[in-house]
């Protein structure tokens, strides 16, 4: 070994020993009487310290060679300092070289490999290597490892097996666009990459596995979004012979032990909530309730509620009388918003990607009084009954919208989530999980006129709506969950069908034709005849929850070794051409 | 939860409860009075027990209803049995049903699911999912499950960190042939899928991620054997400031710890021997070491060795004349070796596979005298020389072949290793583990004519043989090692190239330009500039070292979902062809 110890772990009780660590030049200052280097390894930085009078000449010019990121061994005394530091761990300590070896030297790099770099997105993943020198990089990979092992200790004791699934599959039409993969041995033939282990999961179900887990890579050829990668993992679990609630108590027992292991967070049982209370309290279907706020309806053409503000006298306000849905929310405290602050959130939720023609607010004063930017239409006695409906106090600001119910609800969930933003309710060490469940079924395509599975074609729909499936396909609720994470869709599944006749049902309401079904899906639907048992299952998205636990935004940082948005490695930098041999063999040209 | 207990737990201690348990039919047996139901699930067997003159009509009925593998749940009360059994762990008690539920019914399987089943390869394939049923192969995932939570925890202890690499990397020339993934966002271009994460674990090290590994999924492209998957998995290491004595003693410490943890063996400290031995005393670079039976050689011409068998007065016998290498080994104890069993050793080492000529045989009689194939040629003072020099005693028998050295060497320990098998020297239940080290750097390739990497071209030379680079290449050894067990390599590995000038010069050696050197691995070469440590790792083949562990011979029966020779996964018909819309997407058009 390159060294004795690390450069994190020495301290004052190894004083007098003489010892070698190996590491990174992380600094060198040079007083001229004095020379200290700063080295660093994945545990620590340690203090090296040269008197130039009373070391070595060998030693002294050694040190005045090294340059930034020099790769060193340092064998000398472990030494108290006089003036200790508490800013890094060996703090108590230096050491006194007797002999420093250059292991390899290094150029300078095109960024500070410091907590705050000034290398930006581009180069740091063109350098990745030597960004992950950085320790917040490093830290969030070694916070993924310890949610892997703690993730799989977890499962293991519960008798979960892992199991390992292949990844050279087969390419099916339903869902996200496959990768697919040229057989040089069966030419003209394809093997798909997989967008996840469902069918192999459910078939260790079939083959009696009770209880599997996998934390796996899955891949999707989609067009990348910031947050979104080709590759991506899961940690990907199924059980049998279980219920819905067996599930949710698994997997919100892991969640909670990751919480409790990994960040020493108790982390209460999960509340659940059903899609339709999702949708109708917050617009959403993965709501963020570290905060209330939630969603109240003035006008709702669609359940007939009354017109809660219709004016005595006044006149009719249009924009209400033409709306299908009239809904808001009450920001508590905000009722001294300036002018500016509203116009920055009218700004806000007039912006394309929200899509709402305009907002509607109502200040409930200190004073008591209310004032809404739409006066004209309304008295006080109709703003009152406003408050009361929004449950508002002095000092709130309620803020409205309206228009199409659909999109309505989709600004109004994004204007919620700037407001819990704004008012510092959305605190990234603040922890809200919970569950939605009972998810629709199926959802109508606009763009393909059919029926799509909202969860995927395996997903069970709830027994008590099965004969609805006929007659109103779109109120056939799902057996499906997804646990949220302030606001984040963390993990997501079912329970499955069983039953080869209702996943043949099922494959017919999603416009597969018998053949196409039985082709694609038919060893799915032949082992359902051998005595398949009832199960059901979930998936994390491991980056994703990674991230959130790590208090990041993006999820790009707990990957190793990332792709960018055109789905590039630009560190090893591919995809890339390969050679026409490659293309003969596998039997396929390239388009002009 | 469809049960409140597995079929294997329930003991003579639970007597008087009332449980649910469910699961797969396994027996069904109608003495009209008495029937009997076996249950199975992944823990065990519990026997039903109904006395259709005391059941529920609705019991019996059900009962009678069912067949082999239906999936049923039974709740009843657990009753210690009159008659025990100690077939199965769950022996003491039967259950008397109150209820049975039939959970899904089953078709008649294609083989029957038990140990010894009367399924072929081909129609277990095709049913996976069935044969995954059976005990036998749950139990090699389970101790596959078991294997990789023990080489996680174990490495997790070490401060190894398991690091993600991608899945999606790029195509090299170097190696065996790449699966490639045609990319549609860059069209043209491909990506490849990894044969190793060798250069990204190398990155790591440059990271300063110091210990690394993980276990991961690799892909070759190659034409399949019997023993070869397209997709197999390797525990995939890499640690840096280490030498290779560093890694030898932490790798050996993982398979000593999962030999305790996982059978409860205590495996002795790893002997070593160079690749020259390996060679020269096993003719093979993965000697099996259960047993000795060391290569003797009586003729050397490479080495100029006396010609220790040279009668004094006989004829010269013309085929050890023309030799380049005359070498045997000395079966103990199998002097009485009949003409047929000789007369079979002889077919088997001409067999093409093997490819001698012959086989020349010496008895050494219980009684001191010595028979000899070629007893024409030599007289017994001869045979007593050769005796001596093959350390044999009365009752062994020394085989011999002859011919050109590196055929003669190769077929003559196909030859030691059949009589080790004969000669029951090759329990399965015995481990022999051990290192082979100092392996060349590079070996000559006729085919292509020039210089290949024996192990990869990132190997480091030996810095002592640095100088015969030039020179002698064949000559320089490699700090490279394998890990070998009962004669099958589990694990290799080497300590890498760290200097960006070492590197251009072995790309060099091995025929890159300049100009491919940067385009392949510039990455790399760029990345050793900017402070890469000394480093070293190697890799275990995952399925071998599980079906190793489980004393089996084949890979296949460790993996859930196996692929057949001809890369096919027969059960879902993969790889299939794709929509032309998908090709379209691609910008590739498959050849006519």
């Not at 990121?69 to 200790?84: A, L």
């Not at 709306?323 to 009218?346: M, N, P, S, W």
């Not at 597969?512 to 005849?529: R, V």
Request: charged share 25%; net charge negative.
């Amino acid at each position: 070994m390159l060294r004795t110890h690390t450069c994190g772990e020495l301290r004052a009780s190894n004083a007098g020993q003489t010892v070698t660590i190996s590491g990174w030049v992380q600094g060198l200052r040079d007083k001229g009487s004095l020379l200290w280097i700063d080295l660093r390894d994945r545990y620590g930085i340690t203090q090296v310290t040269i008197e130039t009078e009373n070391a070595s000449k060998e030693v002294v010019d050694v040190a005045r060679s090294l340059g930034r990121e020099f790769v060193i061994s340092v064998t000398g005394k472990v030494t108290e300092r006089y003036s200790k530091s508490n800013k890094i761990a060996t703090g108590d300590i230096e050491i006194y070289p007797d002999n420093i070896v250059v292991l390899n030297a290094a150029i300078v790099p095109p960024f500070t490999i410091e907590d705050e770099t000034d290398g930006g997105d581009d180069i740091r993943m063109k350098y990745r290597y030597l960004d992950l020198r950085r320790n917040v990089v490093r830290k969030n990979l070694e916070l993924r490892h310890r949610m892997a092992i703690e993730t799989r200790n977890f499962l293991d004791k519960l008798n979960f097996l892992e199991v390992e699934t292949p990844v050279l599959i087969k390419s099916t039409p339903e869902g996200a666009r496959d990768f697919v993969v040229p057989s040089r041995m069966n030419q003209g033939e394809f093997y798909a990459l997989p967008q996840s282990p469902q069918t192999f999961k459910q078939l260790l179900m079939v083959g009696g596995f009770d209880r599997y887990y996998q934390i796996v890579k899955c891949f999707r050829d989609e067009d990348l979004r910031a947050d979104r990668q080709p590759e991506f993992t899961q940690i990907d679990c199924e059980m049998a012979f279980v219920e819905q609630e067996d599930i949710l108590n698994t997997f919100e027992g892991l969640v909670r032990h990751l919480f409790k292991a990994v960040k020493g967070i108790d982390i209460p049982t999960l509340s659940r909530m059903t899609y339709a209370d999702a949708m109708k309290y917050y617009g959403n279907d993965k709501p963020d309730i570290r905060f209330e706020m939630k969603f109240v309806e003035l006008k709702n053409n669609s359940t007939n509620s009354p017109l809660l503000w219709r004016a005595a006298g006044g006149e009719a306000f249009p924009v209400f009388e033409k709306a299908q849905l009239v809904v808001g929310i009450c920001a508590k405290g905000a009722a001294e918003y300036t002018r500016k602050q509203l116009d920055e959130l009218t700004e806000f939720v007039k912006r394309p990607q929200i899509g709402a023609t305009g907002l509607v607010y109502a200040r409930y004063n200190a004073d008591g009084t209310i004032k809404s930017s739409v006066d004209k239409f309304f008295n006080a006695d109709d703003l009152k009954k406003w408050a009361e409906a929004f449950n508002a106090q002095p000092g709130d600001l309620i803020l409205i919208l309206a228009g199409d119910e659909n999109k309505t609800r989709k600004a109004l969930s994004e204007l919620r989530l700037e407001m819990g933003t704004r008012l510092g309710l959305r605190d990234k060490n603040t922890f809200a999980c919970h569950w939605v469940i009972d998810f629709p079924l199926l959802e109508w395509s606009e763009e393909t006129q059919r029926w799509h599975a909202m969860h995927h074609p395996f997903t069970s729909p709830k027994p008590e709506d099965i004969a609805l499936i006929d007659t109103k396909p779109g109120a056939v609720r799902a057996n499906a969950y997804d646990m949220v994470i302030n606001g984040v869709e963390v993990g997501g599944g079912s329970i499955r069908i069983h039953n080869k006749e209702i996943q043949a049902r099922m494959f017919n309401l999603l416009g597969f034709t018998k053949e196409e079904a039985q082709a694609q899906f038919g060893f799915l639907m032949n082992a359902f005849e051998f005595g398949a048992p009832p199960h059901g299952g979930l998936a994390f998205g491991f980056d994703r929850l990674c991230s959130l636990f790590g208090g990041a935004e993006g999820i790009r940082d707990f990957i190793a070794f990332p792709k960018n948005n055109s789905g590039r490695d630009v560190m090893i930098d591919s995809p890339s051409t390969i050679a026409q041999a490659q293309l003969d063999e596998l039997g396929i040209n390239l388009k002009k």
